[in-house]
């Protein structure tokens, strides 16, 4: 009886391999591919869930009250924590961040250095996006005088943003740049600073301040999750039914083999 068992389980295995025979080539290609389609779907997920979660943030930091900026002074603030300056530009030491762009226009965002008298403290301010139609002239800006009492957002950009030289020589203002870290700004001029930008929001001295929150939407990343996972799915499924249709043309070839 176990001999009789032990032969029907043996020709149970040799007909389920014979019913499916993916073939090696095919069998690595879906090794190689399919942890990488899921990797990719789980990890828009967590893109997505971190978009949440700095969209909830933001949604909460512009109901608070601004802070003063001393208060920052010697911790990491959260980014877009409002901030309530009271102070003055310095004109003679702009940045322009070039290639931003707003409907399809090319422009840059003037920083300018702003000293708040209140801390004593200098912070690189964002006044926002201005149009720069034509390279071969230099954007033009006007920048207010006197005291001023002004409200921004920190800005902490995602991954700590990237240094690249100024792409004009150091004492040719306003400097053109494609990234900029506030503290290299402030070695260079020798002064105090907070390490952070500070986005103006609209109102006195601001230009067309209308930056996103997020480059890209939660849902625009569940999107890809799911597209990341049917390709999974499809890949799956299409490895399935190789096998079972080399199996079948295996098993078709040995039935017309001459004996």
């Known amino acids: ?15 389920g391999w ?23 779907g789980f990890w ?12 909830a943030q933001h949604a ?30 310095d004109a003679g030491h702009s940045l322009l961040l070039d290639n931003r762009i707003r409907n399809g226009q ?53 991954g700590g943003g990237f240094l690249q030289r100024p792409q004009r020589e150091a004492n040719s203002w306003p400097l053109l740049i494609t990234e900029v870290k506030p503290a290299l ?13 500070a986005r103006l929001q609209p109102g006195p001295a601001a230009l067309q301040a209308d930056w996103p929150v997020v480059a890209m939407s939660p849902d625009k990343h569940l999107g890809y999750a799911v597209q990341w996972f049917a390709l999974a799915v499809a890949l799956v499924g299409l490895f399935i039914y190789l096998g079972m249709h080399n199996a079948r043309e295996i098993r078709h070839a040995t039935s017309h083999r001459p004996a």
């Open 1 to 15: 009886m176990s001999e009789q068992y032990s032969q029907q389980r043996r020709k149970s295995r040799e007909w």
């Open 18 to 40: 014979a019913a499916f025979r993916p073939g090696l080539l095919p069998t690595a290609v879906v090794l190689l591919l399919l942890p990488a389609l899921v990797a990719l």
């Open 44 to 55: 828009q997920l967590a893109r997505a869930a971190e978009k949440r979660e700095l969209l």
């Open 60 to 89: 909460a930091l512009q109901v608070a009250a601004p802070v003063s900026l001393d208060s920052l002074e010697n911790g990491t603030p959260q980014s877009y924590q409002r901030v309530r300056l009271q102070g003055f530009f």
């Open 106 to 158: 090319a422009g840059v965002e003037l920083l300018q250095p702003f000293y708040d008298q209140g801390s004593g403290l200098w912070v690189l301010l964002n006044r926002g996006w201005l149009a720069w139609p034509d390279r071969r002239v230099a954007p033009a800006f006007d920048t207010p005088d006197g005291a001023l009492e002004l409200v921004a957002s920190i800005y902490v950009p995602l």
């Open 185 to 197: 700004l402030w070695q260079q001029l020798g002064r105090g600073g907070l390490p952070y930008e």
